[in-house]
């Protein structure tokens, strides 16, 4: 399993964590991560196409959103909070305190 790369801190941009969180399916999934510690990729998939979910945790890791580690034959996800808190206080909690419509 190769290891999957991600944004440094100082590389984050506000336009590309927006861009991310735009999409319903990775605001859902960034929500899900942030009530437990951690979640493979088929906890979070809610019955979507593998390719599809694929291409969304892309975007939520090259945002700094998401960390993807392997773990043996799946992949666990966290949410980045404090990196994010970090580069944009309060952004995170800002985000999450809206309710899912």
Known sequence: ???????TVDQFALERVFQALSDPTRLEIVRHLA???EATCGELD??????SMSHHFRILRDAGLVH???????HQNT???DELN????????????QSAD
């Open 1 to 7: 399993m190769r290891p999957y790369k991600h944004p």
């Open 35 to 37: 009530r437990v510690t």
């Open 46 to 51: 809610g019955g979507r196409p593998k390719s």
């Open 68 to 74: 993807t580690r392997g773990a043996g034959t799946v």
């Open 79 to 81: 949410l980045r909070r």
């Open 86 to 97: 970090a580069r944009f206080p309060g952004l995170l909690a800002a985000i999450l305190a």
